[in-house]
């Protein structure tokens, strides 16, 4: 299918002129009945077209008997029939010329492997006719601009949604609901929203594309619980980015008994959870762990503001709050820059017990006139610019008294700082709740949720300005490999593409292995050579830090000996003599490829920090060298290469390079390429040393 | 000041018979009318006197010159006058005789120098009269049982408090009168309620004391930033405890930076992080980092059930919060036992597409008729005993259809299964929401929420039926000194408290050197001798695996020389011989004496692990076996010990015997005895022994 027909297939599933709607429903309650009342409402311009071959009305409009006797372009098609009609519903709709169907009908892949092969039926209906397809089991989708309402999401209850600039993409129906429900209660309002059910089609990550691009879309979220296309979705988020949308994504499934549910509800391979951690994180989105928690970031994104660094002020009536709320901000990566004390001292002429330069804690003082309270708040935020403010202002928004006071002087701090994120952080009415965002604040109850979500949008805020970087991949020559190599080609295939390794030779006998000991000098390490023997410690044929010639020759002889003994049945065809790296940290460098992602790389320390403290870090591949450092940096163990404990540090510079190397390597590799380590590749105080290498070949 | 004093003076906090007002106002806005417009509107029982010179009648009531004036026995004073009459204030107070203060007057010693020493003078003219007092710079208590608001709480704007059965301890006013609302808001009600502030006198533990025993109080919450008394804490937790009575604490300042604002709040010195943490996990106490956390625990703890196992039921019509719900559950440590799958097929028969045993996803199948998934929920319940069940119902709590669907089905599964713990988690109303709770329910928004809150209530019923350990002190004979013991007497001294070292001799010369090592067997280690050489390695002062006379003869007198060579002023005595020790795992066995909690004993495994990692866990000393077996196994790199990689098993009694010992040895010292450290303890695979050892002495 080409770009052109997907493209238009999206848009006529957003953005419709007509909809037949096949299984109409004269019952607005009833599922398909649900999307005709809900545009009957919303008084949308999009033709209706009912399809119900036993009623000649439905809903006060015109039905007809199938999509193909509308005697007008159909664009769009919704199937809201029992599973066992759905094929010749689609038939019908394809019949008709429709671009895009949604799907509302249940009981296809999800439901068995009768229902899976309904489904593939289906989709070779729809490919073959052009048209694309959201579900089947999908909720819909909706679009209040234009007031298009393909969904039967019960949601809408609460009366057609109004006009908004956030975007919702949700794999489940029933969460994007909920969602869409909680962020109307929130005061926002959506543009778009999509769930996309099956999948048997359109993805997630294509709406997500779609509406990155759409103008009626400042903000983002995604309700994910696997990807299908893991290319497509990191596309999207780029474009999210270069578009500068924040992207808010919850990403369910992050413990094996939750993969585990989520592979039976949407069935979409859950993937590594630490492969789509890092894809987000490269990604520059903001992942949630709940559901609040995304509706509070979108929150305080969707207002039309974002913070424009990542300063935050204080103001408090509470000290207690004061401490919380600092807790909050270093863990959550939010400075707190102080105000001067000639600014603490202004405050103090009114407010003798105000204390602190940031928080700024009024104590109880302002109880009986709140109003001194917005003054402290404009000192503080005239001492400096701050990015963002949060006031709390405890149980004010509860009291008309001091909603009556406060209002005003709110209004004119919002006039004088209009480029602050000001935040209040109240317990307060729904009334006063709204009297507040509409002089431009947003307001919280929770303290440390709404440092957490100033936070947020101001990591979200700087992400938009720092550059997109794509790292190219290099045109390395791919290496063709039927099967995998072992270590002195995987060594060879790497050198090649720019690693460094000890140097090695393989030695057929004793003069052979101290001819070669010499040449490139001492102290050596001899392995025995044998491709039955990939445990050469355990049968005495390693020799470690050999000084000189006499000490090769008779290390050979008592390596081959001791491998011979221990497996008599092994080909042994002689040693491999290596330079003995002294010193040194043990790191591994890896890469693998991820079914969803593709190419990734992993760096961590060697032995038990990768093994038993899983203290490693991810990123797709390739990274550039930046990506790498960060990549150095951001292990728990780090301290270790930085000179921890009088070590001398490691040349970050020589393991990134690597990193770099291993990225490149694998991302210009065919898929049958599966996986590079070089474990140990020892980091050096100047340069680093692979020391064992191997390259996995699908077999 | 005697403990009948110290009680009775709490008593007379919390349910004084008669109460004088000093600085009453007849304003029921200001601080000093606050509390007498409070009790007035409670109609409470309590005598109250307003303490005016200048008024006859003060809200009605009549009021008096001084509180000596009264004619009657006060049993408590409420102090509201600025802080400069608040001497002469006290003087009265204790003149009529009262057993307990309330000083809402600011301006002591988080003023300054100045107002510390007037909070010096308050507390000796209150001690000696044999009183107690909560303050200064405190917003008060009060107890809703018996009507008694000695507090300026704005929170009472709403209304004075119904009575309930949440205690509620805060150091800060602010954040517990915001806490209050926050409670109320949730339909919880306050039994007793205090905020300490200055804490002068009375403290934040005492209170808690005072509540574990009150018989009108089932759940405890404490909000704190600092312990003045350690001791006091954990003996409050430890009677809390006893009397079956959950405690939910917020402990503010857990970063550097909220530390230093925590120590310009309340003044309290925050203390240890990681000591603070683990006092709050041996008392079995919910630590919370969030209000909103903290409220919905009390919530899920207040009802008067608690679960009583860790096991919890999921139904959900979103397959999308059946996967968020499983990976919160297994983050949380509640366990998703299955219902068979002949009850799955009873709930099919009715939901053909619902799917899954635990969770249960019924999928959107039931938005026709919501009676449908009370019947799920029946099935799921009646097919084995859950602690807890959460039903996500979605948006079914906003909608007056569903809800007369509902409420019928949810009493009946109320009363079939009283023992469930039962959840709903759905968007709704506030007058739903009520209704709901009214059968018997707990009520989430956020199923991430819930599934924590239920965990959290599970766990502190399960921390109930443990029995409560208290280790004993052994009778070991305390040491007596003065300074810092080398090691050789450090050792010694452990060795006397029941610890293994390596054997270990001083030599002066080579040949005692030699006899030594004759006589404890090879191979040896040798370490010069010197109270001026602290760091023997960096000197050539050691020399490792000594495996006859002849190494060990020469050992010494090479690392005699090399001593005097690099440190030519040392007094050189000689070396220590020792046993060397081979193979093993290092580790560290530490204890010292925090300020506020006392003794402590930490393990970790050595070096990186403890320097870098920070990979160590502290526990208030002495601890039982069994403890010191959990704290083994919670370090991150217990798989070391356990082991991974092929290695040896530690035998992890023996480690635990050396943590028991060491735990009991800094117990039985005096507060001279300021820490022991084991460094390393080397864990064997059959016993374990220490190497080096170290107790430090306060200068």
């Given at each position: 299918?080409?770009?052109?027909?997907?493209?238009?297939?999206?848009?006529?599933?957003?953005?419709?002129?007509?909809?037949?709607?096949?299984?109409?429903?004269?019952?607005?309650?009833?599922?398909?009945?649900?999307?005709?009342?809900?545009?009957?409402?919303?008084?949308?311009?999009?033709?209706?077209?009912?399809?119900?071959?036993?009623?000649?009305?439905?809903?006060?409009?015109?039905?007809?008997?199938?999509?193909?006797?509308?005697?007008?372009?159909?664009?769009?098609?919704?199937?809201?029939?029992?599973?066992?009609?759905?094929?010749?519903?689609?038939?019908?709709?394809?019949?008709?010329?429709?671009?895009?169907?949604?799907?509302?009908?249940?009981?296809?892949?999800?439901?068995?492997?009768?229902?899976?092969?309904?489904?593939?039926?289906?989709?070779?209906?729809?490919?073959?006719?052009?048209?694309?397809?959201?579900?089947?089991?999908?909720?819909?989708?909706?679009?209040?601009?234009?007031?298009?309402?393909?969904?039967?999401?019960?949601?809408?209850?609460?009366?057609?949604?109004?006009?908004?600039?956030?975007?919702?993409?949700?794999?489940?129906?029933?969460?994007?609901?909920?969602?869409?429900?909680?962020?109307?209660?929130?005061?926002?309002?959506?543009?778009?929203?999509?769930?996309?059910?099956?999948?048997?089609?359109?993805?997630?990550?294509?709406?997500?594309?779609?509406?990155?691009?759409?103008?009626?879309?400042?903000?983002?979220?995604?309700?994910?619980?696997?990807?299908?296309?893991?290319?497509?979705?990191?596309?999207?988020?780029?474009?999210?980015?270069?578009?500068?949308?924040?992207?808010?994504?919850?990403?369910?499934?992050?413990?094996?008994?939750?993969?585990?549910?989520?592979?039976?509800?949407?069935?979409?391979?859950?993937?590594?959870?630490?492969?789509?951690?890092?894809?987000?994180?490269?990604?520059?989105?903001?992942?949630?762990?709940?559901?609040?928690?995304?509706?509070?970031?979108?929150?305080?994104?969707?207002?039309?503001?974002?913070?424009?660094?990542?300063?935050?002020?204080?103001?408090?009536?509470?000290?207690?709050?004061?401490?919380?709320?600092t807790d909050a901000a270093m863990e959550a990566g939010i400075a707190?820059?102080?105000?001067?004390?000639?600014?603490?001292?202004?405050?103090?002429?009114?407010?003798?017990?105000?204390?602190?330069?940031?928080?700024?804690?009024?104590?109880?003082?302002?109880?009986?006139?709140?109003?001194?309270?917005?003054?402290?708040?404009?000192?503080?935020?005239?001492?400096?610019?701050?990015?963002?403010?949060?006031?709390?202002f405890a149980n004010a928004g509860r009291n008309a008294r001091d909603?009556?006071?406060?209002?005003?002087?709110?209004?004119?701090?919002?006039?004088?700082?209009?480029?602050?994120?000001?935040?209040?952080?109240?317990?307060?009415?729904?009334?006063?709740?709204?009297?507040?965002?509409?002089?431009?604040?947003?307001?919280?109850?929770?303290?440390?949720?709404?440092?957490?979500?100033?936070?947020?949008?101001?990591?979200?805020?700087?992400?938009?300005?720092?550059?997109?970087?794509?790292?190219?991949?290099?045109?390395?020559?791919?290496?063709?490999?039927?099967?995998?190599?072992?270590?002195?080609?995987?060594?060879?295939?790497?050198?090649?593409?720019?690693?460094?390794?000890?140097?090695?030779?393989?030695?057929?006998?004793?003069?052979?292995?101290?001819?070669?000991?010499?040449?490139?000098?001492?102290?050596?390490?001899?392995?025995?050579?044998?491709?039955?023997?990939?445990?050469?410690s355990e049968v005495g044929g390693v020799a470690l830090n050999l000084?000189?010639?006499?000490?090769?020759?008779?290390?050979?002889?008592?390596?081959?000996?001791?491998?011979?003994?221990?497996?008599?049945?092994?080909?042994?065809?002689?040693?491999?003599?290596?330079?003995?790296?002294?010193?040194?940290?043990?790191?591994?460098?890896?890469?693998?490829?991820?079914?969803?992602?593709?190419?990734?790389?992993?760096?961590?320390?060697?032995?038990?920090?990768?093994?038993?403290?899983?203290?490693?870090?991810?990123?797709?591949?390739?990274?550039?060298?930046?990506?790498?450092?960060?990549?150095?940096?951001?292990?728990?163990?780090?301290?270790?290469?930085?000179?921890?404990?009088?070590?001398?540090?490691?040349?970050?510079?020589?393991?990134?390079?690597?990193?770099?190397?291993?990225?490149?390597?694998?991302?210009?590799?065919?898929?049958?390429?599966?996986?590079?380590?070089?474990?140990?590749?020892?980091?050096?105080?100047?340069?680093?040393?692979?020391?064992?290498?191997?390259?996995?070949?699908?077999?």
């Amino acid at each position: 299918m080409n770009a052109e027909i997907r493209r238009a297939g999206l848009d006529a599933l957003f953005r419709p002129g007509s909809i037949a709607v096949i299984g109409a429903s004269d019952d607005p309650r009833k599922i398909g009945g649900r999307p005709i009342r809900y545009m009957l409402e919303a008084k949308s311009a999009v033709k209706v077209y009912p399809v119900n071959p036993t009623r000649s009305q439905v809903q006060g409009l015109t039905a007809y008997p199938t999509a193909a006797a509308i005697p007008d372009q159909v664009d769009q098609a919704i199937i809201a029939v029992p599973a066992r009609q759905a094929e010749a519903a689609v038939a019908d709709a394809c019949a008709a010329g429709v671009r895009s169907i949604v799907m509302f009908s249940a009981g296809f892949a999800e439901a068995g492997d009768e229902g899976a092969a309904a489904q593939t039926r289906i989709m070779k209906m729809i490919r073959d006719a052009g048209a694309r397809m959201i579900g089947p089991n999908a909720m819909g989708s909706f679009n209040t601009v234009d007031r298009v309402f393909s969904t039967f999401s019960t949601a809408m209850d609460r009366g057609t949604p109004a006009v908004g600039r956030v975007g919702m993409v949700s794999q489940s129906g029933a969460v994007g609901s909920y969602l869409q429900n909680l962020v109307i209660s929130r005061g926002m309002a959506i543009s778009k929203f999509v769930a996309t059910g099956n999948e048997a089609d359109v993805q997630a990550a294509e709406c997500l594309e779609w509406m990155a691009q759409d103008p009626d879309t400042d903000v983002l979220m995604l309700y994910m619980e696997g990807c299908r296309n893991g290319p497509a979705l990191i596309g999207a988020l780029r474009t999210a980015r270069r578009m500068k949308k924040p992207v808010i994504v919850f990403k369910a499934g992050r413990t094996e008994a939750g993969q585990t549910v989520a592979a039976s509800h949407t069935g979409a391979l859950a993937g590594s959870v630490q492969v789509f951690d890092a894809v987000l994180r490269e990604a520059g989105v903001y992942s949630c762990q709940t559901l609040t928690e995304m509706v509070d970031v979108t929150y305080a994104c969707a207002q039309g503001r974002l913070p424009v660094d990542k300063t935050l002020a204080i103001v408090t009536v509470s000290g207690g709050v004061g401490v919380m709320s600092t807790d909050a901000a270093m863990e959550a990566g939010i400075a707190l820059p102080p105000v001067s004390e000639a600014t603490l001292a202004e405050i103090q002429k009114e407010l003798p017990l105000a204390v602190g330069l940031n928080p700024v804690d009024t104590t109880a003082q302002t109880v009986g006139d709140r109003a001194m309270l917005t003054r402290a708040v404009e000192r503080v935020l005239r001492d400096r610019p701050f990015g963002s403010a949060m006031l709390f202002f405890a149980n004010a928004g509860r009291n008309a008294r001091d909603m009556e006071i406060l209002s005003g002087p709110l209004r004119a701090l919002r006039a004088e700082f209009p480029e602050t994120q000001l935040a209040l952080c109240v317990q307060t009415t729904p009334e006063f709740r709204s009297q507040i965002e509409e002089l431009g604040y947003l307001v919280f109850e929770d303290p440390v949720f709404c440092v957490k979500a100033l936070a947020a949008a101001a990591e979200l805020s700087a992400v938009r300005r720092r550059p997109l970087v794509t790292p190219q991949i290099e045109a390395l020559a791919p290496v063709v490999l039927t099967s995998s190599p072992d270590e002195a080609r995987s060594k060879e295939l790497l050198a090649a593409a720019g690693l460094h390794f000890a140097q090695e030779r393989v030695a057929a006998n004793a003069d052979e292995a101290a001819a070669a000991a010499e040449a490139m000098g001492y102290p050596v390490v001899l392995k025995v050579l044998s491709p039955q023997i990939a445990h050469k410690s355990e049968v005495g044929g390693v020799a470690l830090n050999l000084a000189d010639a006499t000490a090769v020759r008779a290390a050979f002889d008592r390596v081959v000996s001791n491998a011979a003994a221990a497996a008599p049945a092994a080909d042994i065809r002689g040693v491999t003599v290596a330079q003995m790296i002294r010193g040194g940290t043990q790191t591994i460098i890896g890469a693998h490829r991820d079914p969803t992602f593709g190419p990734v790389v992993m760096f961590g320390l060697g032995g038990i920090y990768t093994e038993v403290l899983k203290d490693t870090v991810l990123r797709t591949a390739p990274v550039t060298h930046e990506a790498a450092l960060e990549m150095i940096r951001s292990i728990r163990a780090f301290a270790i290469l930085d000179g921890a404990r009088g070590q001398e540090k490691a040349d970050l510079d020589a393991i990134a390079g690597a990193i770099v190397r291993v990225s490149q390597f694998i991302a210009a590799q065919g898929p049958e390429v599966e996986s590079v380590e070089i474990n140990p590749f020892i980091a050096l105080p100047e340069g680093g040393v692979g020391v064992d290498a191997l390259i996995q070949v699908k077999a």
